[in-house]
């Protein structure tokens, strides 16, 4: 099983984090809700599972979804212009021995988890997250519709992965630590239970925003954003 683990310092806006606490998994919703709060819950720094396939008929897929995350990550640290926190990517196969994964995750503490693009949602999932929030990538971005990759950001993704064999799920995987990242910064914490009450909240606004520098810009001017997405058709 491919463990690969990307650590880097990046941008949260104002996050003012507390000691960790286990929290339900819940799905975030896509749907725009009012606002809620939760009791601050992060540790200093937000974990990002992935359970992507890395190997087997979905693998160009899962490979797509890895350099997706990355870009993120990388975009999210060329907009950084106030001190930093840190972020972790984690990336294990959905592939593989799905169980040993899962707690693979647990362990490491992941606050959120993000699921393929492009396979159905375990029907255990939540049992196996132990509190992380979990997000099904294929039914977040645009409905259950996979977002196209134009030209231009498939070339984004192979500066990624130059070895990509396909771009499907990189979108949905972009915006997932886009999302994610915002989230955090509305909420100023980095706890299970604050991102996914911050989740819906990135696309509940009338401040349109299409980049991780913008969107945080406008939540420091305190506004109320609509994050558009990668491709322009976040849901």
Sequence with gaps: MPRRLLTAAVLLGIL?????????????????????????????????????????????????????????????????????????????NSAGDLAAAFADLVARGADLILWDATTAFPADAEASVNGAALVALS????????????EAFTARLKSADPGLAGTAGGAEAYDGVITAALAAVITADDGAASLTAGWSQVVSGSAVCGSWGACVLAVSETQIIDYQGITGRRS
């Design 16 to 92: 003012a984090l507390t000691g960790c606490a286990s929290t339900p998994a819940v799905v975030p919703s896509a749907t725009p809700q009012p606002s809620v709060t939760a009791v601050p819950s992060g540790d200093g720094i937000l974990r990002i599972g992935t359970l992507f396939p890395m190997t087997g008929d979905n693998a160009a897929s899962g490979a797509a979804q890895v350099a997706g995350t990355e870009l993120a990550l990388r975009n999210i640290l060329a907009e950084q212009t106030i001190p930093t926190q840190v972020v972790e990517l984690i990336h294990r």
């Design 139 to 150: 039914d977040f971005a645009n409905g259950g519709t996979p977002l196209a990759a134009d």
